[in-house]
C-alpha cells in the first residue's frame, strides 16, 4: 500500500495550458495508476513489466473519446489534414479544402483591410529581412503543399510570384525560391532560417506577416524598401518597425 501512494502523489503541478493536452496527460495518468495498482509488483518491478505499458491501442482509445466530446485540432502541419482531416477543425466534415484556408486557418486575419493616408489598401504588414532600394509588386500565391512545390519545379514558378508561405524554416521551398520575386510569410521572425535564405538568395522577404483580406491571385505591391526591425527585436515578432503590403487597384 505504501508503494502506491508514490505514483497516487501529484507531481505535475498545474493543469496543461490546453485541452487536449490536459486530457491526454490526466487520462494517460490515471490508467497507469489503474495498472500499477492491479499488478501489485513494487515499483522496481513495475518500470519493467510489459503489463502496465501504455500501447498504441490505449492512445488510440483516449483520442477517439477526446474526438467524441466535438473537439477538433487546429492543425500547424499540413500533412496532418492530409492524413486525418476528420480530426481537423479546418478539414473536420468537409470534401475538400483549399490550399488558401488551409494557410489563412492556421494564420487567421488580425483586421479588416485598412485604407492608408494614401489611399492605397492595406492587405497586411510583416518584418523586413533586409531593406531594399525600391518597393515590389507582384501575383500573390499560396505555396504550401510539396504538391504546389513541385508543380514548380517541373514547370517553372509564374512569373512575377509573391510567395506567401508558412515554412519560416524555409525547407519546403528551398527547390524554388530563386524562382521567387518576393516572399510574405506566415511566420518566424527576421532571423529564421527563411530569412536567412532569402538575404543570401538576394530575395526580398518579409517575415511574420499579417494578413488583412488578401487572397491567391492578388495583386500587391510590397514595402521591401521599409527599414528591418533593430536588432535588439529582431529575433522575436513585434509590433514596431512593420512595412506595409498594399493591395494594387483591381485585384480580387
Request: hydrophobic fraction near 35%; aromatic fraction near 6%; include cysteine.
Amino acid at each position: 500500500m505504501a508503494e502506491a501512494r508514490i505514483w497516487d502523489k501529484d507531481k505535475w503541478g498545474d493543469k496543461a495550458q490546453f485541452h487536449s493536452a490536459e486530457f491526454f496527460n490526466s487520462r494517460i495518468r490515471q490508467l497507469f495508476h489503474e495498472r500499477v495498482r492491479q499488478s501489485g509488483k513494487p515499483w522496481e518491478e513495475v518500470v519493467y513489466s510489459p503489463d502496465v505499458a501504455i500501447t498504441r491501442e490505449d492512445v488510440q482509445t483516449i483520442e477517439d473519446d477526446l474526438m467524441a466530446t466535438g473537439f477538433r485540432y487546429q492543425y500547424s502541419a499540413q500533412i496532418s489534414i492530409v492524413e486525418s482531416p476528420e480530426k481537423y477543425a479546418i478539414t473536420a466534415g468537409k470534401e475538400e479544402v483549399s490550399e488558401e484556408e488551409e494557410l489563412l486557418a492556421a494564420h487567421p486575419e488580425t483586421a479588416e483591410a485598412a485604407v492608408d493616408e494614401s489611399g492605397r489598401m492595406v492587405a497586411g504588414t510583416g518584418q523586413n529581412v533586409l531593406r531594399r532600394k525600391e518597393d515590389v509588386s507582384g501575383v500573390v500565391r499560396f505555396i504550401s503543399t510539396t504538391e504546389r512545390v513541385m508543380e514548380m519545379v517541373l514547370e517553372g514558378v509564374p512569373e512575377d510570384t509573391i510567395a506567401l508561405i508558412d515554412d519560416s524554416g524555409g525547407t519546403l521551398t528551398a527547390p524554388i525560391i530563386e524562382g521567387f520575386k518576393g516572399i510574405l510569410c506566415l511566420g518566424g521572425t527576421v532571423r529564421s532560417h527563411l530569412g536567412i535564405l532569402a538575404r543570401e538568395y538576394g530575395i526580398p522577404c518579409l517575415m511574420d506577416c499579417r494578413l488583412q483580406g488578401l487572397h491567391e491571385g492578388d495583386l500587391v505591391e510590397v514595402e521591401y524598401t521599409a527599414a528591418p526591425p533593430p536588432a535588439t527585436q529582431a529575433h522575436v515578432p513585434t509590433d514596431e518597425d512593420r512595412a506595409h503590403i498594399w493591395k494594387i487597384d483591381g485585384s480580387a
